[in-house]
């Protein structure tokens, strides 16, 4: 049975900095990537970042966290970690953790296979 269970997330001033962690069982992970996704307030959830878990850990990052955002991972935990620095307000959502047992487009929703419970983050101004 495959579970996807998150910690962290909270609230922050703008500028501040939290990190999300994201461990998953149940997998052979030889094969697999993992995901962010986040999801404001009447707005349809979209990629964060994510990870390989396999051919040297490549990660991809949307544009709007290039630079501030530091996905990373933990093979013997088999557990993903997002660093969010330099936070705003428009980084207020829930978060999501994924993982997808072979997809190639990690920025699409579709490919992920599994899902986190989402954890709320909160920027203030």
């Known amino acids: 049975q495959v579970q996807v269970v998150q910690s962290g997330g909270g609230l922050v001033q703008a500028g501040g900095s939290l990190r999300l962690s994201c461990a998953a069982s149940?997998?052979?992970?030889?094969?697999?990537?993992m995901g962010w996704f986040r999801q404001a307030p009447g707005k349809e959830r979209e990629f964060v970042a994510a990870i390989r878990w396999i051919g040297g850990g490549s990660t991809y990052y949307a544009d709007s966290v290039k630079g501030r955002f530091t996905i990373s991972r933990e093979n013997t935990k088999n557990t993903v970690f997002l660093q969010m620095n330099s936070l705003k307000p428009e980084d207020t959502a829930v978060y999501y953790c994924a993982v997808t047992r072979g997809g190639s487009n990690y920025y699409s929703i579709h490919e992920y296979d599994y899902w986190g419970e989402g954890t709320q983050v909160t920027v203030s101004s």
């Open positions: 149940g997998l052979v992970f030889g094969s697999y990537a």
